[in-house]
């Protein structure tokens, strides 16, 4: 007989999965029990519980208090709680979390109240507090890839079509515009998105873009459009969606480099698809919660639609739990992430795009494609230095949060993994790169997420065969 377990089962666990939240999720709001331990024998005892019920509550309005910029049927679209329906706790909880993931407002104030207005009926309050999540930046720099490099661009993540400058309809508007001295690398980009369209749980978007990359083995130049489709599922439960897509994109690979690439120009028809499971309750400090997807990008080449030819699949998963609180915040949290990719052609004489390929090390800023990051190891260090069709990472992150706000802070100390292979039958998933270390990572309000980390590699790098040792790296978006 374990007494703590018992009194948790009964009236309160982490889970919700209690006796009494099946009250509380029932429109049993003042629901309460009555133990009696009757001792039968000298090693049993007999349990007889009795339930007062109550009255059965209803919910008569919900209201929302402090939005100054995101409309109410934003917020509202969002919610699990509806005028008409019977309480339910659970309904409340998965409302914050979802209003969290928005990452509009201030996490430390985003709450509910429950106003009684008689011994049947009630009012729900969300009361949030407005936080900028608008990023815009112009910067100029030198990287030893593109010699003198300049950036501008903004991100607008509660933007609104209709009215512009007043924003607030939850839709997505972003431009970049990257470039590096003597045009060895440029790049400009422009995406919106709708993620509910008609008022439906449907997202619709689009991007442009593009790209020019000369940087060793590298000479490429793409250009394309995307057009991205998705929805959110209620089965197996309200965290999936499913999102599909297509893509078309001219390549040009310059015959400066042909030793690892083939030259030439190609076009590219792409099928893109995933599946995704997020419940975390936070996108920037999740402090419970977790994140999977899988996704897919099919070039039909093989099919003989363009003349690009790979299948590229990738898997992410993530998962958080709170180790310790602070007045009742959550403050520290163990982070555990790993993810999977490959890719390959469906013929035998394929020529993969090498901007498709993996890439890890660093933060990958430098390179101007993306690159897994890998910290304690130098940009593009790990794996083949042409690009591998194999990658692993693992990483485990214990995160200290300083400030949620004004300025969202926190601290880390980091344990990390990985590895990029050439090809599936050459994969050692135990032959990894092993780094530690620890970091900072905030979120300005002009700039968006910013970190720091310092760490150590305890391996040889791929490039050079010597071993990593300490690194210091400064990232963004990350």
């Not at 339930?51 to 008569?60: C, L």
């Amino acid at each position: 007989y374990n007494q703590e377990k018992f009194q948790q089962n009964l009236n309160g666990n982490k889970e919700n999965t209690d006796a009494m939240s099946l009250y509380f999720d029932s429109g049993y709001l003042f629901a309460r029990n009555e133990i009696q331990e009757v001792r039968i024998e000298p090693d049993s005892i007999d349990f007889y519980i009795r339930i007062y019920e109550g009255n059965r509550v209803t919910i008569r309005m919900v209201d929302i208090v402090g939005n100054t910029k995101t409309k109410d049927k934003v917020i509202r679209r969002e919610l699990y709680t509806y005028p008409g329906d019977y309480f339910n706790r659970t309904a409340i909880i998965n409302s914050i979390k979802a209003l969290g993931r928005l990452n509009y407002f201030n996490p430390e104030t985003l709450r509910p109240d429950v106003k009684m207005v008689d011994n049947t009926r009630v009012d729900i309050v969300y009361r949030v507090e407005e936080r900028s999540t608008d990023t815009f930046n112009a910067s100029i720099g030198f990287a030893g890839s593109f010699g003198l490099t300049g950036a501008i661009g903004f991100s607008f993540n509660n933007f609104s079509l209709l009215e512009p400058l007043k924003g607030g309809a939850g839709q997505l508007f972003n431009f970049n515009l990257e470039f590096g001295q003597a045009n060895r690398y440029r790049t400009i980009s422009l995406g919106f998105t709708e993620p509910w369209l008609f008022d439906d749980p449907t997202t619709l978007g689009f991007n442009l873009y593009d790209q020019r990359i000369i940087y060793s083995p590298i000479d490429l130049r793409r250009t394309g459009f995307g057009l991205n489709l998705g929805r959110r599922l209620r089965w197996p439960d309200d965290y999936f969606r499913v999102d599909g897509g297509f893509r078309v994109q001219r390549n040009n690979v310059g015959t400066g480099y042909s030793s690892y690439y083939r030259p030439g120009v190609t076009t590219e028809f792409a099928v893109v698809g995933s599946l995704s499971r997020i419940s975390l309750d936070n996108l920037f400090f999740p402090t419970s919660g977790s994140r999977f997807s899988i996704s897919t990008d099919f070039a039909l080449g093989g099919l003989g639609i363009g003349t690009t030819d790979f299948l590229k699949t990738e898997l992410k998963f993530e998962i958080n739990q709170t180790v310790l609180k602070i007045n009742e915040q959550p403050r520290v949290v163990l982070n555990v992430s790993s993810n999977w990719g490959y890719i390959t052609g469906l013929k035998s004489d394929t020529s993969i795009n090498p901007i498709e390929l993996f890439y890890m090390g660093g933060t990958g800023l430098s390179s101007g494609f993306p690159v897994t990051p890998l910290r304690g190891y130098p940009d593009q260090s790990v794996g083949p230095r042409g690009g591998g069709k194999v990658l692993a990472r693992h990483f485990a992150e214990l995160r200290f949060a300083v400030s949620l706000d004004p300025m969202p802070i926190y601290f880390y100390g980091f344990v990390e993994s990985g590895n990029v292979w050439s090809d599936l039958n050459k994969t050692d998933p135990f032959n990894l790169k092993r780094s530690a270390g620890v970091g900072v990572q905030l979120f300005l309000q002009a700039l968006g997420i910013i970190g720091f980390s310092y760490g150590y590699g305890f391996d040889k790098t791929d490039d050079t065969g010597q071993l990593s040792g300490w690194r210091f790296l400064f990232h963004i978006g990350q």
